[in-house]
């Protein structure tokens, strides 16, 4: 279930987003944030039922690489150069335990004037893989992508341009995602991350 929350328009800077991927890489492939209160989202999430989990295949069906994930999808951004953000059904669910962890990170490392345009939980699943890609949609020329992983392990590798990190709980990260990426859990234990992606100087949520 999804209604449009809103609409962005990134119109001036079509030409400037079509030709950002490797200007707006970031120098550090994994740029640690530091450590957030993570556990009111992680408890949240915790309670979360199968049928949440299945409920919507939205990445799944658009992306090859996250076959082996399921979500659960709070806010989504679609299209370019207007971009429309969606609230799903984890926004109702989650929202008050997530938007909370969200603005706290963006005061302490962002403009305050800016937009949440995706976020959602991501599981990948035990044994499983993420091949190796990068994220192409415009947006992510122009915005920050922070993963807050919630569960977790030291087997866990994610890889960005050939660099191996093993991201802990608890702490907030962002992520190169423009670059190539991949990641890998071969333990018998799900990984579950809640990402965001924040676009500064934009519409607030």
Same mark, same amino acid.
């Given at each position: 279930?999804?209604?449009?929350?809103?609409?962005?328009?990134?119109?001036?800077?079509?030409?400037?987003?079509?030709?950002?991927?490797?200007?707006?890489?970031?120098?550090?492939?994994?740029?640690?944030?530091?450590?957030?209160?993570?556990l009111?989202?992680?408890?949240?999430?915790?309670?979360?039922?199968?049928?949440?989990?299945?409920?919507?295949? %939205?990445?799944? /069906? =658009?992306? &090859?690489? *996250?076959?082996?994930? #399921?979500?659960?999808?709070?806010?989504?951004?679609?299209?370019?150069?207007?971009?429309?953000?969606?609230?799903?059904?984890?926004?109702?669910?989650?929202s008050?335990?997530?938007?909370?962890?969200?603005?706290?990170?963006?005061?302490?490392?962002?403009?305050?004037?800016?937009?949440?345009?995706?976020?959602?939980?991501?599981?990948? %699943?035990?044994? /499983? =893989?993420? &091949?190796? *890609?990068?994220?192409? #949609?415009?947006?992510?020329?122009?915005?920050?992508?922070?993963?807050?992983?919630?569960?977790?392990?030291?087997?866990?590798?994610?890889?960005?341009?050939?660099?191996?990190?093993?991201?802990?709980?608890?702490?907030?990260?962002?992520?190169?995602n423009?670059?190539?990426?991949?990641?890998?859990n071969?333990?018998?234990?799900?990984?579950?991350?809640?990402?965001?992606?924040?676009?500064?100087?934009?519409?607030?949520?």
């Amino acid at each position: 279930m999804r209604a449009r929350a809103r609409l962005l328009s990134y119109s001036g800077q079509v030409d400037v987003a079509a030709n950002a991927r490797n200007a707006m890489k970031l120098a550090e492939k994994l740029k640690v944030l530091g450590p957030v209160n993570h556990l009111p989202l992680k408890t949240a999430m915790l309670a979360a039922t199968k049928d949440e989990w299945l409920e919507e295949q %939205l990445r799944q /069906k =658009s992306f &090859d690489v *996250h076959a082996k994930t #399921h979500s659960i999808i709070l806010l989504f951004a679609e299209g370019w150069p207007d971009v429309q953000i969606s609230r799903h059904s984890g926004w109702n669910r989650y929202s008050a335990q997530a938007l909370p962890l969200m603005q706290d990170i963006i005061r302490r490392h962002y403009s305050r004037q800016g937009s949440i345009i995706r976020a959602m939980f991501a599981k990948l %699943l035990a044994g /499983k =893989s993420i &091949d190796e *890609h990068f994220d192409d #949609h415009p947006t992510f020329t122009i915005g920050h992508r922070i993963h807050v992983p919630l569960v977790t392990n030291e087997q866990v590798r994610f890889v960005i341009d050939g660099e191996d990190y093993n991201l802990k709980e608890g702490i907030a990260y962002e992520v190169s995602n423009l670059d190539f990426h991949y990641v890998a859990n071969p333990s018998e234990e799900d990984r579950v991350h809640f990402i965001f992606d924040y676009v500064e100087d934009g519409a607030a949520v």
